[in-house]
């Protein structure tokens, strides 16, 4: 079976429950998947195929959205993630503009893959997150 590490990094709760539902999801679909905070995350978790990073959109304009300090700080201490299938995912107020852009700045992983990006406004799946989804793990 394979296996998923969701990791979130989330301010009000959306972020949090948007990562549940992934994880959730995943279950569902004949994943082992776990969901943890940034706070709450071992290194050891990093042994699954399918590892999901997300954080919440911090900034209000299109071109000056990134991720929160604590969020840049743990994805820079993260080992490369080359041979894991890496999932970008965030929450949002208006539009997420550049926050996957400025996240994939932090992370050390196959630079020419692209990375899957999932989002919600409201931190419930929804019918396109879902079929993404589908299309990740297959």
């Known amino acids: 079976m394979k296996k998923a ?7 009000k ?9 992934i994880r959730a999801f995943l279950s569902r679909n004949n ?5 943890v905070s ?3 995350f071992n290194q050891d978790s990093l042994t699954a195929d399918y590892v999901f990073l997300g954080c919440w959109t911090n900034g209000m304009f299109l071109m ?3 991720p929160d300090k604590a969020w840049r700080i743990f994805a820079e201490q993260l080992p490369a993630l080359d041979g894991k299938k890496v999932v970008f ?5 208006i539009i997420t503009g550049v926050i996957f ?22 931190g419930a799946l929804s019918d396109q ?9 297959n």
């Open 31 to 35: 994943v082992e998947a776990k969901a």
């Open 101 to 122: 852009k400025a996240m994939k700045k932090h992370i050390k992983c196959n630079s020419g893959d692209p990375v899957p990006e999932l989002k919600s406004r409201n």
């Open 38 to 40: 940034i706070q709450d």
């Open 129 to 137: 997150n879902k079929t993404d989804l589908l299309q990740i793990i």
């Open 13 to 21: 709760g959306t972020t949090k429950k948007f990562g549940e539902e």
């Open 64 to 66: 000056f959205q990134h």
């Open 5 to 11: 590490i969701v990791i979130y990094q989330s301010k």
């Open 89 to 93: 995912f965030t929450t949002y107020k």
